[in-house]
């Protein structure tokens, strides 16, 4: 697909794994409410596999699909930010190399729910997300944050969750 500049699949594989980690952390949260509901599960393993080589295909669409209607259905907010990061691991699989700050999301949200998770987990508490986000940025690697600077910054959202992206996209733009 024609863009605004390149992605190779080495780098896309590179912004799955980054989102695949920080979802694989949260998914038992998931799980815990919802036991039998292998779509989010399935999301991962369809990250997985695009990550250790397999092309991109209707697995990775379909499980994130599946995963996102899962997280729709999930009865607290921290099981439905669990099941949203496991759909946006395969889902960053198809990240458009277009320069439009949405596309931040796909590279990040992952890791932001994942950061929202913590704070709720200690009590609505900031530096629990902050503490977070500094482990995403530790783990993000020179790759993902070449490609996450093609694009233009995330705008800073209405919800929790999307302004800590939005804080998560500032600090790892602004590391060496």
Known sequence: MPGDFELTAD??????????GSAQQVLP???EVRPDDGRPREALAAARAFVDGAP???RQRLSATDAHRA???APTEVSRLAAQAAGDAP???????IARAHQVGHVLRAAANAARIAEI??????????REIALACARAGGVVVDVLRRYPPAPPGRSRAARLLAELDGALRSSG
């Open 91 to 97: 889902a960053a699989a198809y990240l458009h190399p």
């Open 29 to 31: 949260l998931f799980e």
């Open 71 to 73: 997280a729709r259905e």
């Open 56 to 58: 991109r295909s209707r």
């Open 121 to 130: 987990q200690a009590g609505e508490r900031p530096a629990a997300a902050e």
């Open 11 to 20: 780098e896309l594989r590179a912004v799955v794994h980054f989102a695949a």
